[in-house]
């Protein structure tokens, strides 16, 4: 993907000393093989007016070697929101995390101990992203807005980006933009029929509505399919997941070999998952 704009050179970070005083509105962290691909993203931010920066944790555990990988993110974040001139207000982690030490591990996650349940295979541990964005007090309410591109491979930062883009700046109005889908289990299905009553019909949105009760597995998932690719611009599921990857209730509404089918192309939606 080639470079946008003539600012691209000025993102990235690239002293130490440059970790430590600097400023920014929107704070890029990213392993190195995905830097090149998230210029076209840094210069997009750059259009609305945020200051952009970029750090590639290569960089981030030479400037502060103590502790695991998250801790030493984690204090680069700390001195970015206690001592740049601008403090940031977004943050962005480029990189897939995984908690097998023996698959790749971009960007790491900070792990937490769980409940263990049988059906969970023993899973004892879980990731939260979260712990980076509470830079100040004891809570944990985020202080900025962090997100993650889950990546682990040039080619899969590329595709991601342009499609970030592509949503940000598309001028497509079609239905899908005006339409809403809720997938739940059926002890959930009130919740969907409020949120629908409060807020899609008073806005004259469609609603498209998958319910554990409407049939066997096979259909929901086909519905849930139907769904996504006739396209939507807000997905809300609530219902229980499972392992492998599935929305489920008792009967499974979506799972992750489903996602092969889906051909909605640029009718992007967000999702929205309450377990």
């Keep these: 993907m080639a470079l946008i704009g003539p600012l691209a050179a000025g993102y990235l ?43 590639e944790v290569s960089l981030i555990y030479s400037t ?4 695991a990988r998250c801790d030493r993110i984690r204090a680069f974040m700390e001195q970015v929101y206690a001592n740049w001139s601008v403090r940031h207000e977004f943050v962005l982690l480029v990189g897939d995390a995984c908690r097998d030490s023996t698959h790749d591990d971009f960007l790491p ?25 509470t830079l100040a007090g004891a ?9 993650r591109l889950p990546v682990n491979t040039l080619a899969g930062a590329e595709s991601l980006v342009a499609k970030i883009i592509r949503y940000e700046t598309s001028a497509d109005t079609g239905q899908w933009t005006h339409t809403t889908m809720f997938v739940s289990s059926t002890d959930r299905a009130p919740d969907a029929a409020e949120l629908e009553s409060l807020y899609s019909k008073p806005n004259a949105d469609s609603c498209y ?27 809300c599921h609530s219902a229980h997941g499972s392992q492998p990857p599935s929305w489920v209730g008792s009967k499974t509404l979506f799972s992750y070999s489903d996602v092969d089918s889906l051909y909605n192309a640029d009718a992007l939606p967000v999702v929205l998952d309450r377990g």
């Design 209 to 235: 509505t998958v319910v554990e009760s409407e049939g066997s597995s096979a259909f929901l998932r086909h519905k849930t399919l139907a769904g996504f690719n006739q396209g939507v611009s807000l997905v």
């Design 13 to 55: 970070i690239t002293t130490p000393e440059s970790l430590l005083t600097n400023s920014a509105d929107y704070l890029v962290i990213t392993h190195p093989d995905f830097t090149s691909a998230l210029y076209p993203l840094c210069n997009l931010r750059d259009s609305l007016g945020l200051e952009v920066k970029m750090a």
């Design 64 to 67: 502060f070697p103590n502790g």
């Design 109 to 133: 996650v900070k792990l937490f101990p769980k409940f263990s349940y049988a059906y969970a295979s023993g899973l004892t541990m879980h990731g939260a992203d979260n712990w980076y964005a």
């Design 139 to 147: 809570d944990s309410i985020p202080d900025i807005i962090i997100g």
